[in-house]
């Protein structure tokens, strides 16, 4: 396989934009096709979780990644390549309700959830079958948006799992940030008025947006991959969130900000400075209240840091890799 990746800095392997589309044909797919092993067990309830990993045979350590809301592995193909390609043995899988596992709603296309719990339940099978039994010490995790939130929840939960957490432009709050009492009123409202699962008020079935105003990234070229890749499985699509969904996130943020100062491990926080998807402000104040963790801005970014810009993104996967790095190789 030819290594279509470039040499920052005469230190990392980083994808580049100007590259990426020849690289994503001969190098990143021939990679998943050959090296990436694909499986599945089930979860709380019996619900079907859906996974991926590839082993390095020289692993330098071992990251799992946590996925944002709408998410699948699928979407990232080209962080697993690059990590691989820098040394990692890497562990990912889609949460319920989403990308290749079961859905839970006569409409798969509503993103629901009953408790943010069971995210972690399910996140904690996965370590114990699938993770762990190939590790020789304990994981980096690494997490995006809603996995942010469940990330944060896993470590909470299970503080010696994982030696070190990065998280990219966590779900610590969500926009439009509105105070505690009116989005509480809200959402009980959505329930006053919806006996059963629904979609919250505005929330719509999967629309493939055009790249022009796009909420997510800078990057043409990533944001059409990823959405070529929803069109060619249309099993992968989700859309708006329901009143469950939005509940629990809103009790599992709550729940996050009271325990951030016993947050355990050493912790990287990336923010994404020009976000509109979550809440910087509030993310800046669990950040506060974390120990032992540090926080990077990188400016003019929009949300999807780990699919952004060269300019943007380069430097997020720098620092995650810098933060990560063994000990012995400082």
């Keep these: 396989m030819i290594d279509k990746t470039t040499k920052m800095n005469n230190e990392y392997l980083m994808s580049t934009e100007s590259e990426l589309a020849a690289a994503y044909v001969h190098n990143i797919q021939p990679f998943w096709q050959e090296r990436v092993k694909q499986g599945s067990f089930a979860g709380v309830n019996d619900i079907t979780i859906a996974y991926a990993y590839v082993l390095h045979s020289d692993a330098i350590g071992s990251i799992v990644i946590s996925t944002g809301r709408i998410e699948s592995y699928i979407k990232y193909k080209e962080v697993v390549y690059e990590l691989y390609q820098n040394g990692y ?34 996140f904690k099978v996965f370590m114990d079958r699938v993770v762990l039994p190939h590790c020789q010490s304990a994981p980096s995790l690494l997490s995006h948006s809603m996995g942010g939130a469940i990330a944060a929840l896993m470590v909470l939960n299970y503080p010696t799992l994982f030696k070190n957490a990065a998280f990219s432009a966590p779900m610590f709050g969500i926009r439009p940030a509105l105070p505690h009492w009116f ?69 599992a943020m709550h729940a996050i900000e009271r325990q951030a100062h016993t947050f355990p491990i050493p912790a990287l926080v990336i923010q994404a400075g020009a976000d509109t998807v979550v809440d910087n402000k509030r993310q800046a104040r669990v950040v506060s209240k974390m120990p032992n963790t540090s926080m990077k801005v990188i400016s003019g970014a929009k949300h999807e840091l780990l699919a952004e810009q060269d300019r943007y993104r380069q430097p997020c996967v720098k620092a995650i890799l810098d933060f990560f790095k063994p000990e012995q190789a400082n």
């Design 183 to 251: 989005s509480s009123f809200l959402i009980k409202c959505h329930f006053t008025f919806n006996k059963q699962v629904a979609y919250f008020a505005g929330q719509l079935d999967y629309i493939k947006h055009d790249f022009a105003g796009n909420d997510l990234t800078h990057s043409e070229i990533r944001y059409q991959i990823f959405r070529q890749e929803y069109e060619d499985s249309p099993e992968l699509q989700l859309g708006g969130v329901t009143g469950h969904w939005l509940k629990a996130a809103a009790e």
């Design 89 to 122: 043995s890497v562990f990912i899988h889609d949460h319920r309700g989403q990308g290749l596992s079961g859905r839970m709603t006569v409409n798969p296309q509503m993103g629901y959830v009953d408790d943010f719990a069971d995210y972690v339940r399910d």
